[in-house]
């Protein structure tokens, strides 16, 4: 299928002409890679060095292959290099890989941006239109598949909302909720902090969240907050604020909390929702690639 086809697909169905600029990634990509020294215009589309949204890198005419990935990484492209494949589209919901105990976002490196030429691989990125699309979102797919019922959106931004918010069939406990967590996600490490035995309405906010997050799901009545990541490892000032911004308020938070990594929050859109968009909407070979390490 023409690559061409594809993107305008998907630049209808999300609306991606509609946003501003994505934030943080219009910051985000250039300082990452002007620290390497690498040239953006050799690689990255013009249209994606204005707006940060839709095709990244256009490497060929043709797509044999779809992967949806959750963060664009050096990891993923050795994946794909791997297995000898020509003609693909990546489609990915970050144009950074985000190492989470210490550096931050992380560039691809030249040598694998040359290969990707080479080889005809090229990226679509779908940051905040997918995490505030009224159908296929990644908070919405995370909540759809903990079993929440009767959703509504909080947590606004650009857009639309990025965080949904909903009640289970019936109350269960904790410790029930965290095994359901555990299910969907594909991870046993959780990391939590327990203020109800029992829940019933919930929160959920794919990627991250903060204080001024935690505290508007709380005024929202709800009894937990399912998120990828409420106590930011970065080691950089952003990371380090956040943490102790946290750690003032943890003593006396109201609601409970529940953190499976950013990467694993937002892998359920694109391992279920996604998937099926690419399958249904373009007819050819489409799969899920996956990051080894959840909290990397």
Same mark, same amino acid.
């Given at each position: 299928?023409?690559?061409? %086809?594809?993107?305008? $697909?998907?630049?209808?169905?999300?609306?991606?002409?509609?946003?501003?600029?994505?934030?943080?990634?219009?910051?985000?990509?250039?300082?990452?890679? %002007?620290?390497?020294? /690498?040239?953006? %215009?050799?690689?990255? &589309?013009?249209?994606?060095?204005?707006?940060?949204?839709?095709?990244?890198?256009?490497?060929?005419? =043709?797509?044999?292959?779809?992967?949806?990935?959750?963060?664009?990484?050096?990891?993923? @492209?050795?994946?794909? @290099?791997?297995?000898?494949?020509?003609?693909?589209?990546?489609?990915?919901?970050?144009?950074?890989? =985000?190492?989470?105990?210490?550096?931050?976002?992380?560039?691809?490196?030249? &040598?694998?941006?040359?290969? =990707?030429?080479?080889?005809?691989?090229?990226?679509?990125?779908?940051?905040?239109?997918?995490?505030?699309?009224?159908?296929?979102?990644?908070?919405?797919?995370?909540?759809?598949?903990?079993?929440?019922?009767?959703?509504?959106?909080?947590?606004?931004?650009?857009?639309?909302? +990025?965080?949904?918010?909903?009640?289970? +069939?019936?109350? /269960?406990?904790?410790?029930?909720?965290?095994?359901?967590?555990?299910?969907?996600?594909?991870?046993?490490?959780?990391?939590?902090?327990?203020?109800?035995?029992?829940?019933?309405?919930?929160?959920? @906010?794919?990627?991250?969240?903060?204080?001024?997050?935690?505290?508007?799901?709380?005024?929202?009545?709800?009894?937990?907050?399912?998120?990828?990541?409420?106590?930011?490892?970065?080691?950089? &000032?952003?990371?380090?604020?956040?943490?102790? %911004?946290?750690?003032?308020?943890?003593?006396?938070? $109201? /609601?409970?909390?529940?953190?499976?990594?950013?990467?694993?929050? &937002?892998?359920?859109? =694109?391992?279920?929702?996604?998937?099926?968009?690419?399958?249904?909407?373009?007819?050819?070979?489409?799969?899920?690639?996956?990051?080894?390490?959840?909290?990397?």
């Amino acid at each position: 299928m023409k690559l061409k %086809e594809i993107t305008r $697909e998907l630049d209808v169905c999300f609306n991606v002409d509609e946003f501003l600029p994505d934030s943080p990634f219009s910051g985000l990509v250039p300082t990452v890679y %002007e620290q390497t020294g /690498i040239r953006l %215009e050799d690689y990255l &589309e013009s249209t994606f060095l204005q707006t940060f949204h839709g095709l990244m890198i256009d490497n060929g005419q =043709m797509v044999a292959k779809i992967y949806c990935i959750v963060f664009l990484s050096d990891e993923i @492209l050795a994946k794909v @290099l791997a297995r000898g494949e020509r003609d693909v589209l990546l489609i990915s919901h970050h144009p950074l890989v =985000m190492e989470t105990h210490n550096r931050g976002f992380l560039p691809l490196s030249e &040598e694998h941006l040359v290969e =990707m030429q080479r080889r005809s691989i090229s990226v679509y990125i779908l940051h905040t239109p997918l995490d505030v699309h009224a159908e296929v979102s990644t908070s919405r797919a995370l909540a759809r598949e903990l079993g929440l019922l009767r959703l509504r959106g909080w947590c606004q931004v650009p857009g639309g909302n +990025a965080g949904v918010c909903g009640h289970l +069939a019936a109350p /269960i406990g904790f410790d029930s909720l965290l095994t359901r967590v555990s299910a969907v996600t594909r991870v046993d490490d959780l990391n939590f902090l327990q203020n109800h035995p029992l829940v019933h309405t919930i929160a959920v @906010l794919a990627g991250g969240t903060d204080v001024a997050g935690i505290q508007e799901a709380t005024a929202l009545g709800c009894d937990v907050l399912v998120t990828g990541t409420y106590y930011n490892l970065v080691q950089n &000032e952003i990371g380090q604020r956040y943490r102790d %911004e946290f750690e003032a308020v943890s003593d006396h938070l $109201e /609601i409970s909390l529940i953190e499976c990594s950013h990467y694993a929050s &937002e892998a359920v859109v =694109m391992r279920e929702d996604m998937l099926d968009f690419c399958t249904n909407h373009f007819g050819i070979d489409c799969g899920f690639l996956p990051q080894d390490d959840p909290w990397y």
